[in-house]
């Protein structure tokens, strides 16, 4: 099966200006969640996703971050305006949801690696 | 969710079982230890998990001290392409909003040629 899929892998700005990151989950994963991973550090939740509905969304920085996953199915991040302090990589996972009795792992995207400038 | 300890690096020999220890003293009854890694510029990867059972699977066994105190991830003969950050997790389940997963910083596993 495809895995988790996100774009862009790569992306420059200059500070101040709104970035976009789409991310499309593995097809009948109903949970989806993006995280923030800083160099060196481990992927921080930002927010999570039970098919439509964001539940947890308490790490998010909601003054300039925002998060839509319209339908259920594929999510965008987006941050307006970006900061210096933004620059990290950007991973989505899914996972498939439901209740117990399976480890209901998480399946990560490669990210996108944001540079704020 | 209880914190949980590694060291930051360790290197292993290709061929050779690599034994990664996660110290999680405050680990609860009902929580699961989940073992996940990343390679470099990939995201992570699941590995294994295990609640009180030593478990194994295609990629790695886990074994769980009778306290659940601590526990080792082996990857039981190391390639060039297991060099990754590994990281041990404790999770309370997967509901809800146990279903979260937090990361420390892992250990950098580098296996040499």
């Known amino acids: 099966e495809a895995g988790v899929v996100q774009s862009p892998r790569y992306k420059i700005i200059e500070k101040k200006q709104p970035v976009a990151f789409w991310c499309n989950p593995i097809s009948g994963h109903n949970t989806l969640y993006w995280y923030l991973q800083n160099l060196g550090q481990g992927p921080e939740l930002l927010i999570r996703y039970e098919n439509e509905e964001a539940v947890d969304d308490s790490q998010l920085p909601k003054d300039r971050f925002s998060a839509e996953r319209l339908k259920g199915v594929d999510s965008t991040l987006k941050i307006q305006p970006a900061e210096l302090g933004d620059s990290a990589v950007y991973l989505c996972a899914s996972s498939r949801g439901g209740r117990g009795g399976r480890s209901d792992e998480q399946y990560f995207g490669p990210g996108t690696r944001l540079t704020v400038t | 969710d209880a914190k949980t300890t590694q060291p930051p690096s360790m290197d292993c020999a290709e061929g050779r079982a690599a034994n990664l220890p996660c110290n999680h003293s405050t680990i609860s009854g009902n929580e699961y230890v989940y073992w996940y890694r990343q390679i470099h510029s990939q995201g992570p990867q699941y590995i294994i998990h295990?609640?009180?059972n030593n478990e194994t699977n295609e990629m790695a066994s886990l074994i769980i001290t009778e306290d659940r105190k601590s526990s080792t991830l082996i990857l039981p003969h190391a390639t060039l392409r297991d060099t990754a950050v590994y990281y041990c997790i404790v999770r309370r389940g997967t509901t809800g909003s146990a279903r979260q997963l937090t990361f420390g910083s892992g250990t950098q596993l580098t296996v040499l040629p």
């Open positions: 295990g609640l009180k």
